[in-house]
């Protein structure tokens, strides 16, 4: 079983910066597509952005140009650096790992991101 423990949520003001990072705890981290989500208050859970085993990085089209993701195998960990930050932006902040060998879904317990003036 697959843990995933996130930090970096908190309060910023609109046009501050946030990283968000993700540490998991299993052996297999390196062939997982990480991703990270986020879930309004009566909103969907929505995909923000993953990057590959590979390395190769997807984005959604409201933070493209603001949010980089990026990993670290040998730290087994992802981190989301989230830049020009809008109100928009306010949500729980969820990391995602698939392993492909189990076809499984493993979920963080979520930090929350405020965005205020």
């Known amino acids: 079983q697959e843990q995933l423990v996130e930090s970096g949520g908190g309060l910023v003001q609109p046009g501050g910066s946030l990283r968000l990072s993700c540490a998991a705890s299993g052996n297999m981290f390196s062939i997982y597509t990480m991703s990270w989500y986020r879930q309004a208050p009566g909103k969907q859970r929505d995909l923000v952005a993953l990057?590959?085993?590979?390395?190769?990085?997807n984005y959604a089209e409201a933070v493209k140009g603001r949010f980089t993701i990026s990993r670290d195998n040998g730290k087994k960990m992802v981190a989301l650096q989230m830049d020009s930050l809008k109100p928009d932006d306010t949500a729980v902040y969820y990391c995602n790992a698939f392993n492909p060998l189990a076809s499984r879904n493993y979920w963080g317990q979520g930090t929350q991101v405020t965005v205020f003036s």
């Open positions: 990057i590959t085993r590979g390395g190769t990085t």
